[in-house]
């Protein structure tokens, strides 16, 4: 999935490059050549008309360098949220496993810190589990005691709270680049729509104006379909 997702990213920034460098080239060309302007003038397109044009291509270059910055920091968020949670969710693993050392099954201690069965492999599911298993130990001295033999401590504890605080941190900061992301591809697709509306446009008007001198298409990138 991700190599196909990849593929489709590497086709959309191929097509958006060809058309800014087409566009860019037709317009400018027809902005400052005389020859072509005194064809495309009397349809409209002056140079004050064609700036139009030529602002579009820099908004549309813009809003895609944006969008560019904005997934690169979502996968920045996205990578600080993986590594957080798994070194969270090991620590949690880990005194798990310390706990049923301190505890065995049929104990008090063995069902209120919940030791029996797996662990949840969801972030929220796991999350949860882990919150309760700490809390657990913090409001119960007798329990704290018990696992702090085998390393479990208060310290060890609150440490690992402040990871699964640290996650949920992570987390947040995750949505928010994704949001930032999403709506910079918006801005980013909106201002290439507003270019390709512009473009059709043109070289609908461009091919009628050039079609007494066709070899002027030539500077503007049009090349005759045989």
Known sequence: MYHVYQVILMKTKRELATLLAESRIALMN????????????????????????????????????????????????TLALQDKGAAARAAYVRHVKLARVAFEPGTPG??????????RNDRAGWMTQARLFYDTLLDDAALLDATSAYTLDRE????????????????????KATSRAQAATRRRDEAVAALRRYMKDFNRIARIATEPHPQLREKMGMLDRS
Do not use: C, W
Not at 156 to 172: I, S
């Open 30 to 77: 027809a902005r400052n050549e005389a020859d072509l302007q005194a064809v495309l003038q009397p349809f409209g397109y002056n140079p004050v008309r064609l700036d139009e044009g030529l602002a579009l291509i820099e908004s549309a270059e813009t809003e895609a360098f944006q969008q560019e910055n904005k997934y690169a920091e979502r996968s920045v968020a």
């Open 110 to 119: 063995y069902t209120r810190l919940a030791l029996a069965g797996r662990r």
């Open 156 to 175: 060890a504890v609150e440490a690992a709270q402040a990871a699964l605080d640290a996650v949920e941190t992570a987390q947040l900061e995750q949505v």
